[in-house]
């Protein structure tokens, strides 16, 4: 249970991450690192993150993005337009991890690829996020959750004998997002001893392909994996079986296992020797006549009651639960799994992460609005007289802009960045960005094409050319 007196502080305090980001892959890494107290500066488009709008199932927000951006600033900018681009620049000058996934090329386009922006600063932890690598025949497809999850095999794999399927949540984003995410803390651990950063590649299909090894190893001297529904399709029993009022599962993993349930469950000694289940191999081949053996005896008793027989008898055994339930796990009440966490339309339960310490707890901050942190990001990184001229409000000037109204204002402010320039430089110079850590969320307007779909995204919508921008270059999102 998270022991609630220690206050939350988190090992990655005095962590700045810069992310260029949108959909799942690289949101889940950043979020985890803002877990753990860095400061995560989220760059988002002007409108932001589309992954905003997958859903508004939590009291308005996406349930995607609120579960991805906790504990980020956001900023909206349009990273091609110069007085956008002083900002991003003097963030990064102090950034100790640079995170982005746009599509492959255009890193380099924009000069926020590891080679350019490592020369000068070796000490950055550059990483990288696209679908299929880069380099190969694949290198420049868009790449989605649920199109990784087919040329990985996991649909395959998934499903029932007449029709394949997707997995119920995307795989393919989280494997990606959590190797982004172990890639950025081994790098800033070597740095300790180092002293030099690291530019680092996480490719979906290999993040993913590491997760569907053993099915990939079974095609060696076996034909390929059978597609099982519910059950296990290499082991026996293990799966789905009928009770009086419902359905439980249990799993039988060796020998001692199963002749403790031929003795205290079926209460039929014998068939533990019998032929036809004497090894797991046997008892695949005799799945179905095992199946009927069990839902017999199951078919007497309700599931509380299988249940507890299940527990009596030492085998492994859970409840068929929705999602829904899920979130009523007795279990997780128990141990005080959950916490409030903040959103732009209130509030909302949150899981605590799954790592627990004795010496520090996660931070879990608030999920931000888009662009809520523009104006105090100018602020802080660029001279009084560039923020004043580029902001409205809490708003870039790059959405500004797009008025036509405002037309005569934004070129004034045009020629005012342009003034700032000197004071952008030397806040760039002067590392203003090592203040303290944290993750920042960059809303980028004709970045926003270049991140279209290579990493990280829910496969449910694709992101439009940016209005203000006409790009057709998207970031890769990987969606599912």
Not at 34 to 39: E, P
Request: overall charge negative; glycine content about 10%.
């Amino acid at each position: 249970m998270p022991d609630n007196r220690i206050p939350p502080r988190g090992p990655l305090d005095g962590i700045t991450v810069v992310t260029l980001e949108q959909a799942v892959a690289a949101p889940l890494a950043t979020r985890q690192l803002a877990d753990l107290g860095a400061r995560v500066v989220k760059i988002e488009r002007p409108g932001g993150d589309f992954a905003r709008r997958y859903d508004k199932a939590v009291d308005g927000e996406s349930s995607y993005f609120v579960w991805l951006n906790r504990g980020k600033e956001s900023v909206e900018l349009d990273v091609k337009q110069p007085g956008d681009r002083r900002l991003l620049d003097a963030m990064l000058a102090g950034a100790d991890v640079f995170v982005q996934n746009l599509i492959p090329g255009a890193a380099e386009r924009l000069g926020l690829d590891a080679a350019t922006l490592r020369a000068s600063r070796p000490e950055l932890i550059h990483c990288s996020i696209s679908g299929y690598g880069p380099e190969g025949p694949y290198r420049d497809k868009k790449a989605y959750d649920l199109l990784l999850q087919c040329e990985t095999g996991l649909v395959m794999s998934t499903g029932t004998p007449d029709v394949p399927a997707k997995a119920g949540a995307s795989f393919a984003d989280i494997a990606t997002g959590m190797y982004a995410y172990s890639g950025i803390l081994t790098a800033l651990y070597d740095r300790t001893h180092t002293g030099t950063g690291a530019s680092l590649h996480v490719a979906m299909i290999d993040a993913l392909g590491e997760w569907m090894s053993q099915p990939a190893y079974f095609s060696y001297g076996e034909p390929a994996p059978r597609r099982t529904a519910a059950k296990h399709p290499s082991i026996s029993p293990y799966g789905p079986y009928r009770t009086a009022d419902g359905t439980v599962f249990l799993g039988i993993q060796n020998e001692r296992e199963w002749a403790s349930l031929c003795r205290g469950v079926l209460g039929r000694p014998e068939l533990e020797h019998d032929p036809r289940f004497g090894t797991n191999p046997d008892r695949v081949v005799h799945d179905a006549e095992l199946t009927e053996l069990l839902e017999t005896e199951f078919a007497t008793r309700d599931t509380d009651a299988v249940l507890e027989l299940l527990d009596h008898a030492g085998i492994a055994n859970a409840r068929m639960r929705t999602p829904a339930e899920f979130t009523r796990h007795p279990q997780l009440t128990a141990r005080d799994r959950w916490r409030t966490v903040d959103i732009p339309g209130g509030n909302m339960r949150a899981l605590v992460p799954p790592v627990e310490s004795d010496t520090w707890r996660p931070v879990m901050g608030a999920v931000p609005r888009p662009g809520q942190h523009t104006a105090a990001l100018y602020a802080e990184f660029l001279s009084p007289a560039s923020e004043s001229d580029s902001l409205t409000g809490e708003s870039d000037a790059t959405t500004a802009g797009a008025d036509a109204t405002t037309a005569g204002a934004d070129a004034t402010a045009a020629g005012a960045d342009a003034t700032a320039a000197g004071a952008g430089a030397t806040a760039v110079g002067s590392g203003a960005m090592a203040a303290g850590s944290g993750v920042t969320a960059v809303e980028s307007g004709a970045m926003a094409d270049e991140l279209d779909a290579t990493t990280g995204g829910s496969g449910a919508m694709t992101a439009a050319p940016d209005a203000a921008t006409g790009d057709s270059e998207r970031v890769h999102d990987g969606r599912h």
